[in-house]
């Protein structure tokens, strides 16, 4: 009876370590897509350089009226 009550807590432990496995790795992938988001942000804020989106919203409505 004592085997059975160790391989439930090996079981147990198995699948903490398994789902503490899985959101670690969750969460690495988030922030490497984070990052790879604030790149890409910054390489086309780079490129648009006095480009204002606010401004060209603004056009845009205006074209509208």
């Known amino acids: 009876m004592q ?3 160790f391989n439930d ?4 432990l198995a699948i903490i370590e398994r789902r503490l496995e899985i ?8 922030k490497s897509r984070i990052k ?3 790149s890409v942000q ?9 480009w ?7 056009k ?6």
Request: charged share 40%; hydrophobic share 30%; aromatic share 2%.
């Open 60 to 65: 845009w409505r205006n074209l509208r009226k």
């Open 9 to 12: 807590k090996m079981d147990t």
């Open 23 to 30: 959101l670690t790795g969750a969460r690495l992938r988030d």
């Open 3 to 5: 085997t059975q009550g």
């Open 36 to 38: 790879n988001a604030i």
């Open 52 to 58: 204002s989106g606010a401004e060209e919203i603004s």
């Open 42 to 50: 910054d390489k086309l804020r780079c490129k648009s350089k006095a």
